[in-house]
């Protein structure tokens, strides 16, 4: 008998359990999402775009070179080493080295460039060569070739076939026993194939030069009597050949005549 109501006692029990149990034996009500970030929603911008490499400074812009003329006359005078007169001075001369100078100048030529050349004169001419050749090259008129008479080894022929503007050669006048100004330093030979030195019958010893012989002559270098390069000659004290009586140096220009 007590037994049976323990039994019953204990199935009470667990029959108020059930009814009257806790909280938690409920089911739990479904999860909510959390709400999305602000920041997820809002639109990303495209990255910004990387320079290339090498590229970020901009090379500058190149100027365009100023247009540009031929370069104005210079020259330079100087003593002349012993050894660059190699064949054109020797002891006996008239004038002694000391008293030569090295005259350095650009001159125009008839390819219509400028160029270097070179020659060998007293020194108390040495100012009016440059005062002159100063003018010619200003006014474009052409020179062939100025090169020292050493080049052609004192040869005063060679030198003229070659058509060479020189000036210092110690030697005699032509057909003469006497010195050639030349020997003095105070005589210049100008393009002589263009200006032949012609003898009182008419006649040039130098093939490329006859087609020369008369003037007035119209052609690139040619001089002619009362011409700008006479004048300018001639307002330094310098005489031409061309105006000699017999024969004519239509090339020659001396300081003190002969």
Same mark, same amino acid.
């Given at each position: ?16 359990? /059930? #009814? ?10 479904? #999860? ?17 775009? !990387?320079?290339?490499?090498?590229? #970020?400074?901009? +090379?500058?812009?190149?100027? !365009?070179?100023?247009? !540009?003329?031929?370069?104005? =006359? ?6 002349? #080493? ?24 650009? &001159? ?21 060569? %440059?005062?002159? =050749?100063?003018?010619? &090259? ?13 080049? &052609? ?14 000036? =210092? ?14 020997? &003095? ?27 020369? /012989? ?15 390069? %006479? ?7 310098? +005489? ?12 020659? =220009? ?5």
């Amino acid at each position: 008998m007590t037994r049976t109501r323990a039994v019953l006692a204990v199935s009470a029990g667990c029959l108020f359990a /059930a #009814a009257c149990g806790p909280a938690t034996s409920h089911p739990a009500p479904p #999860a909510t999402a959390a709400p999305a970030s602000a920041t997820a929603s809002s639109p990303v911008p495209p990255p910004s775009p !990387t320079p290339p490499t090498g590229s #970020a400074t901009p +090379e500058p812009a190149t100027a !365009t070179p100023a247009p !540009t003329g031929p370069p104005k =006359f210079s020259a330079t005078i100087s003593r002349v #080493a012993r050894d660059r007169l190699k064949y054109s001075w020797r002891p006996g001369c008239p004038v002694p080295v000391r008293d030569l100078r090295l005259v350095t100048m650009t &001159y125009w030529g008839f390819d219509d460039k400028p160029h270097t050349g070179e020659l060998v004169v007293h020194r108390d001419a040495a100012q009016d060569i %440059v005062s002159i =050749f100063g003018r010619l &090259y200003d006014w474009r008129w052409p020179i062939h070739k100025m090169e020292l008479v050493d080049v &052609y080894k004192g040869s005063d022929f060679e030198s003229i076939d070659a058509d060479n503007t020189s000036a =210092f050669n110690c030697r005699p006048a032509t057909g003469s026993s006497s010195w050639s100004q030349h020997a &003095y330093g105070r005589a210049i030979d100008i393009n002589p194939r263009e200006n032949p030195y012609v003898s009182s019958d008419g006649s040039v010893a130098h093939a490329n030069a006859r087609k020369f /012989a008369r003037r007035p002559v119209k052609a690139p270098g040619v001089i002619n009597p009362d011409d700008r390069v %006479v004048r300018a000659f001639e307002r330094a004290g310098w +005489e031409w050949g061309g105006y000699w009586s017999g024969i004519k140096d239509y090339q020659h =220009f001396s300081k003190s005549g002969g």
